[in-house]
């Protein structure tokens, strides 16, 4: 993780869609269950009071994506697989029991529980505004009564399983296992524009070995076929936000046809990903592979610090500038050129100059201590950490440009401005709105395909005129092994591309959106 200057960081909204279930279309001639999608336009006044501090943001991604856990859990809690979703909000209308209860959800391909705020929840200021599942009220309720819980930043969600019928549009999912939460920490949903999320993961990441809602929709014959599918309309000008097809695809929502990858972890929807590339140059991050996932619950593209702060800095965004990379390349940068052009291993490099002690299989911070500092304190052990993080990535920078033959002082000043471009992580990176012309296309390599996002697509404006800011697409998180590295394609390629989740055959696929 790099640094968050103030405090705060300011997690994006790409837009805020609402989907309209009252009366989703489910034609008989196809088979498929349709529910629209709305769009709310963003502005300046909605992104604002989304601000959170260092510690929820990170907390809420290293949940949901196995970064550093503080989870405090014992032999009767579970931990609730929260998704970053103040990125995006895609929310739309579900029912609960029987009457139905109505509840504003997040559609999220990222976890697999559902879960909305119970009518027990007595002690948290957001439970007051928005609706609480009363099981007293249901005839169809069954008690279950095993916990879950999570504990992240400065909060943390508490509830119990409970079961009921759920309604989706005209669908109605039998005797489905959910999670009421019976906690909220304050700011995080106080401002949130739903009340819970139904995930759509794979069963592998659920909490409490719930049968998510998805799986229950396939083995009750609900549907066709076991596929479901996202469109997103991105022209900005229109309302209609799209739409989540169940049982199949809308050949109406794409073009061409879909290439397909393969699930290669079950639990989020992984696959792997090819090269990326920077106006047809390969930057070697991925040419080896990397594993990515398609997650409709994160707007922005997420990937590792390295590769997005060189992307970054080649649109022209301007981030958080590094101390730590800045003196990595001061004091050290000419003996890792040195030990390069040496043919030594690149993963061995920052052992070799003191920065990290190498275990075998990657750089981890060494604690240097001395006589006079045997008592050095936890502050101590961070700075050398981060001194160890910024040397890797100044390894690879420099090898890819010694792969291009660059010279010394070339490379030396290239890197530099590298660290000038760290983006803060959850935060954003601004970019001139004037100089889209000029700025490379974007490809991510799926399925030996390579899929291009030009600027307009990659670059998110807020506001109109004078007052008008445009945000590069990416920001920076970093997923250790065994789950990471990971890219986390979100709504910004996501809308670019229909994508479809295919449970039958564990595949994805993508096409160019319609």
């Not at 999320?197 to 990441?205: H, Q």
């Not at 599918?229 to 109406?252: H, K, L, T, Y």
């Not at 000029?438 to 506001?463: C, H, N, R, W």
Request: a negative charge; one cysteine or more.
């Amino acid at each position: 993780m790099g640094i968050v200057r103030g405090g705060l960081a300011i997690p994006l909204m790409l837009s805020i869609i609402s989907l309209h279930l009252s009366s989703p279309v489910s034609s008989a001639s196809d088979g498929l269950v349709r529910i629209d999608l709305r769009k709310k336009p963003l502005d300046e006044n909605s992104r604002l009071a989304t601000r959170f501090s260092k510690n929820e943001i990170k907390g809420l991604m290293w949940q949901r994506f196995g970064v550093r856990s503080s989870v405090v859990s014992n032999g009767d809690e579970d931990i609730i697989s929260l998704k970053n979703y103040m990125n995006a909000q895609y929310f739309g209308e579900i029912g609960i029991g029987t009457p139905p209860q109505k509840f504003t959800v997040i559609f999220d391909t990222g976890s697999s529980n559902l879960w909305v705020p119970s009518s027990r929840c007595y002690f948290s200021l957001a439970c007051y505004f928005h609706p609480k599942y009363k099981s007293e009220l249901s005839s169809t309720y069954q008690r279950n009564g095993k916990s879950a819980d999570i504990h992240y930043g400065t909060g943390a969600i508490s509830g119990f399983f409970s079961e009921d019928h759920v309604s989706i549009g005209d669908l109605i999912v039998k005797d489905q296992e959910f999670i009421e939460a019976t906690k909220e920490p304050g700011l995080t949903f106080l401002v949130a524009k739903f009340d819970g999320i139904l995930g759509l993961g794979f069963k592998e990441i659920s909490v409490g070995d719930a049968v998510p809602v998805w799986y229950n929709m396939v083995e009750q014959k609900l549907i066709r076929e076991p596929v479901f599918s996202f469109w997103f309309n991105r022209n900005a000008e229109d309302g209609e936000g799209g739409e989540i097809v169940f049982g199949g695809v809308d050949p109406n929502h794409y073009k061409g046809e879909h290439v397909y990858a393969p699930v290669t972890q079950k639990g989020y929807w992984q696959f792997k990903m090819g090269d990326l590339l920077i106006d047809d140059e390969s930057t070697g991050y991925c040419a080896g592979g990397c594993a990515a996932i398609a997650d409709s619950g994160t707007s922005l593209i997420a990937g590792p610090t390295t590769a997005v702060a060189e992307i970054n800095q080649q649109i022209g965004a301007s981030g958080v500038a590094s101390q730590e990379c800045k003196t990595v390349v001061t004091q050290y940068g000419k003996q890792i050129i040195k030990l390069l052009m040496l043919q030594t291993k690149p993963n061995k490099v920052c052992s070799q100059i003191g920065l990290c002690a190498f275990d075998g299989t990657h750089g981890v911070s060494t604690v240097i201590e001395s006589v006079a500092s045997e008592n050095a304190d936890a502050s101590a052990h961070f700075n050398n950490e981060a001194m160890c993080n910024s040397c890797e990535m100044a390894v690879v920078w420099m090898q890819n440009q010694l792969l291009r033959n660059q010279t010394e002082e070339g490379i030396l000043n290239y890197v530099n401005e590298l660290c000038e471009r760290l983006p803060s992580p959850m935060g954003e990176s601004s970019v001139d709105c004037t100089a889209l012309d000029s700025m490379p296309v974007i490809s991510f390599t799926i399925g030996a395909k390579t899929f291009d996002l030009t600027p307009e697509q990659y670059i998110l404006k807020i506001g109109e005129g004078a007052q008008a800011q445009c945000i590069s697409g990416f920001t920076a998180l970093d997923v250790p092994p065994p789950r990471g590295p990971l890219w986390i394609l979100g709504d910004v390629f996501m809308g670019v591309y229909h994508t479809v989740f295919d449970y039958g055959n564990s595949r994805v696929g993508f096409a160019p959106a319609a």
